[in-house]
């Protein structure tokens, strides 16, 4: 299955600020998943990105706060723009791989 | 639309019982389904997937999950726990035969988390 390395995997930011996560994998794959999991809740979709396309949202999700980038098969960038508080969560991302769905180590994001 | 439902939110049981976590499904075709584990502060690792074929799959750490077309339902079994299974499980529904923006989607179930006392 593929590998990703997910990079910061822990952050604390103020409010107003933004964080950019990174996402890279050891093998090309057409889609990548963003996951949004609020504390003590469960994963939910952010978007999906392909590469060369503009990254798809689910309801409730806007690229002006979570702009995606997805420059080649193996990158993705996630960013939570003008962050607050209530963006403390932890930030997945995913890729269909082989062997089903493969998940990155995970970003807790903190912030006051 | 896709939903998985996994009724126990917090489970508790004794080293080496035996072990059942629910999970159903909602879903409009023949349904890929998943179990996570997630230790804490651990990303999310894959104890199984039911994809077709054998409705009994086996994972790994000795789990196993049982597809029910019938009850719409995805249950994970282990027959002796461990102390080291303590950790939050997530049942999910993979949308791996949509078109267009939704292809591979997975939807999660709201977890359920096990306590394992010695």
């Known amino acids: 299955s593929a590998v990703i390395s997910q990079k910061p995997s822990r952050d604390i930011c103020q409010r107003g600020t933004s964080l950019t996560i990174q996402c890279q994998v050891d093998s090309q794959v057409t889609m990548m998943f963003w996951y949004r999991q609020q504390p003590g809740q469960s994963l939910t979709l952010i978007a999906t990105?392909?590469?060369?396309?503009?990254?798809?949202?689910e309801s409730g999700f806007v690229i002006d706060k979570f702009p995606i980038s997805r420059p080649n098969l193996t990158f993705s960038t996630l960013t939570v723009s003008n962050m607050s508080p209530e963006d403390s969560s932890i930030y997945l991302c995913?890729?269909?791989?082989?062997?089903?769905?493969?998940f990155g180590s995970g970003t807790r994001l903190t912030v006051v | 639309a896709q939903s998985v439902t996994q009724p126990d939110i917090h489970i508790t049981v004794s080293e080496g019982a035996s072990l059942e976590l629910r999970c159903n499904y909602s879903?409009?075709?023949?349904?890929?389904l998943f179990w996570y584990v997630q230790s804490p502060g651990q990303g999310l690792q894959l104890l199984l997937k039911?994809?077709?074929?054998?409705?009994l799959v086996q994972g790994i750490k000795g789990f196993e999950a049982e597809f029910k077309r019938s009850q719409s339902s995805f249950n994970l079994r282990k027959p002796s726990v461990h102390w080291s299974d303590a950790a939050e499980y997530f049942c999910?529904?993979?949308?791996?035969?949509?078109?267009?923006?939704?292809?591979?989607?997975?939807?999660f179930g709201q977890g359920t988390i096990l306590t394992v006392h010695p």
């Open positions: 999910a529904v993979g949308d791996l035969n949509a078109g267009g923006t939704s292809y591979g989607k997975l939807t």
């Open positions: 990105a392909n590469q060369g396309s503009e990254a798809t949202y």
């Open positions: 879903y409009g075709a023949t349904p890929y």
């Open positions: 039911y994809f077709s074929g054998d409705t």
């Open positions: 995913s890729v269909v791989s082989g062997y089903g769905y493969t």
